[in-house]
């Protein structure tokens, strides 16, 4: 297991520039834009515009905080568009999309998982105080959406399990999360994000 302080992520620029992202993780290591198995990481949006296509790529973004965005699919026979307007609701789409943003009433902070098709899949689930639940995946990463909980994985019948505080834009990884017991604790809200190799990877 391995903590990911939000202290630590560290601001660049979009693939297009018109805004900056936080890398909290990817596989491989280090890998760029373009030969990425996953990558997990946060946006700053400030100005409505086009999203940044990534061909081959399954995408998952969820509005952190913010008065929300709307992503209309602007390529394909029937219009789609995605309304974001809740804190931690989720939008699902295809990488290679045409995605037209527009901002509700100012900036957003966005989370956003990008798993390449084929190589891998993910899932987001929302997990509050006093969540039990059985993570099950190649790697999961528990990021703290909002506020401040307490993780403890292992057996909850240990005199020691193994507890995390984990605060806003932490995360906790967890590589190799076999049928391993969670508990949720505290005032905040937790993105369970499961990663499941296709085939076994080779960094």
Known sequence: MTVIRAADLVASPWKNGGGVTREVAAFPEGAALDTFVWRVSVADVAQPGPFSRFAGIDRTLVLLSGAGMVLDEVSGAQPVVHALRESLDIARFAGETAIEASLVDGA???FNLMVRRGAATGDVAILRDDTRTQLDADVVLLFCAQGEVQVTTG???DTTPDTTTLTTNDTLRIDNARA??????????????????????QA
Do not use: F, H, Q, W
């Open 155 to 157: 057996n909850m019948a």
């Open 180 to 201: 391993l017991p969670c508990e949720v604790k505290g005032k905040g809200a937790l993105l369970a994000i499961s990663i499941r190799y296709s085939d076994t990877p």
């Open 108 to 110: 957003t902070r966005d």
